[in-house]
Nanobody
Framework: VQLQACGGGLVQVGDSLRLTCATS?????MAWFREAPGKEREFVAG????????SYGDSVRGRFTISRDNAKNTVYLQMNSLKPEDTAVYYC???????????????????WGQGTLVTVSS
């Protein structure tokens, strides 16, 4: 399975941005992670194949929304009320195993997109 993330860019504090991750085939649990300079890769949000509310990291809960369109093999990350601390390279990832468990560690994911840079300027 190949993943391709896009939608990053330079925005201002308080702006919104939507990231898109297109996959080459069916995936199970999907997630977004981010990596800021000098920091470890951080779980942002995850969603199972059936969709639903998703699961979120503490720093983005209430501002970000993950969703998916299985007919299009696409996962989205809607980011609202962006803050400078949201600046990072955002990666989409997928688990290979047929599970509904959303893993919060990057080690739990088998497939990764190339990353898209989000910069929030104050």
């Amino acid at each position: 399975v190949q993943l391709q993330a896009c939608g990053g860019g330079l925005v201002q504090v308080g702006d919104s941005l939507r990231l898109t991750c297109a996959t080459s085939g069916r995936t199970n649990v999907m997630a977004w992670f981010r990596e800021a300079p000098g920091k470890e890769r951080e779980f942002v949000a995850g969603i199972s194949w059936s969709g639903g509310a998703g699961s979120y990291g503490d720093s983005v809960r209430g501002r970000f929304t993950i969703s998916r369109d299985n007919a299009k093999n696409t996962v989205y990350l809607q980011m609202n009320s962006l803050k400078p601390e949201d600046t990072a390279v955002y990666y989409c990832a997928a688990r290979k195993v047929p599970t509904t468990v959303i893993h919060y560690s990057a080690r739990g994911y088998d497939y990764w997109g190339q990353g898209t840079l989000v910069t929030v300027s104050s």
